[in-house]
Nanobody, 115 residues
């Protein structure tokens, strides 16, 4: 089993920054991919950014140049640095880990951006 716990969300003003973290524990294989997704109530969950255990990253177009994903493999922790936030970034942000045993999700964390 894999457990994912997000932290660091909250309320920030437009133009501000926030960093969210995801701590993974349990049966984690060295080869995996982690990612951040977000979901607004009534909308589909969408990919924000992903990173492999080898460090390859992928970003959704709407966050390119503003968000940076990173991870610490030794600590099994992933981060998302979010800069130049705007109200459209308001959502519940979910941590995801995929490995050969399946895909796992965190409980989600609220990020709210006020105008």
């Amino acid at each position: 089993q894999v457990q994912l716990v997000e932290s660091g969300g909250g309320l920030v003003q437009a133009g501000g920054s926030l960093r969210v973290s995801c701590a993974a524990s349990g049966s984690i294989f060295s080869f995996n991919a982690m990612g951040w997704y977000r979901q607004v109530t009534g909308m589909q969950r969408e990919l924000v950014a992903s990173i492999t255990s080898g460090g390859m990253t992928n970003y959704a177009d709407f966050v390119k140049g503003r968000f940076t994903i990173s991870r610490d493999n030794a600590e099994n922790t992933m981060y998302l640095q979010m800069n130049s936030l705007n109200p459209e970034d308001t959502a519940v942000y979910f941590c995801n880990l995929r490995q050969r045993t399946g895909a796992y999700w965190g409980q989600g964390i609220q990020v709210s951006v006020s105008s």
